[in-house]
């Protein structure tokens, strides 16, 4: 049982009369793979539209990111990242439209990280689970947050040529999330606090993605994961329109929601995404297919 924030009940492992929770994305950056620069220095009044949508539309987790982690993305210092979460995060709390709204961070930076919860941010959500600073996991661990450890090996750059798994991915990926998970505990991250992602997309070919989506059970079972709630994250990308032809990452969509059915399928709790409004729709009909008990 994860803590969120004030106002939203405690994120829970895979529950049959549970409703998937919609985490929208917020990047404000200028060259994220599919939304970059639509949140960027376009002013306060244009960020807080699209806050209030993604609100309406169903999202009740906004994830903050100011550091893009496509590969080839140009990497800012710590200063620029918080000058771009930061407003984000005030502008969320100011807006009462966004009260019961849990704020989580995209970013693998132990100081971005405690300077946007001490802003009053609610999660960390980390894309390399403590792996590209040291100084992650001890973080988390003294700031005693909610936090997101997702699967990945070596960095943006060299992601895509480490996607060797000799016992298969399932295995592979639970092994090392099972690692990474008694690292953060060793750090001081209770065990309680912590979500995990297998990484669609990072570390991964195309046959491995659809398989840690048709095969998300097993890994949710996973000996020593049973328990924990899982985020899963497909939206827009390359593998979704290799498939369907979609050059366009925004033009996804329908690609998109497949792969949300399948995770909610396999027992995600909550799903990342782009297209709030669509997606949402998808989780609410999956939910009522494979989880939520008829009255």
Sequence with gaps: ???LAAGQPNITAYQKDRETRIMSILNVTPDSFSDG??????GEATLAKTIRSHISAGATILDIGGQSTRPG???VSANEELDRILPAVDLIKRLPEANNIVISIDTYRADVAEESIKAGAHIINDVSAGLMDDNML???????????????????????????????????VGRELLERVRVAEAAGVRRWRIILDP????????????????????LVQFPGLQGFPWLVGTSRKTFIGKITGVQEAKDRTWGTA???????KGGSDIVRVHDVAEMTQVAKMADAIWRIKEP
């Design 199 to 218: 990484g669609i997309g990072f570390a991964k070919t195309q046959e491995q993605n659809l398989e840690l989506l048709r095969r998300l059970e097993e």
């Design 258 to 264: 497949a792969a949300i059915a399948a995770a909610i």
């Design 73 to 75: 993305a140009v990497q």
């Design 37 to 42: 620069g639509e949140n960027f220095n376009n």
């Design 1 to 3: 049982m994860s803590p």
């Design 138 to 172: 001890p973080t988390m661990g003294k700031l005693g947050c909610t936090v997101c450890l997702m699967h990945m090996r070596g960095t943006p750059e060299t992601m895509s040529k480490l996607t060797s798994y000799p016992d298969g991915v399932i295995e592979g």
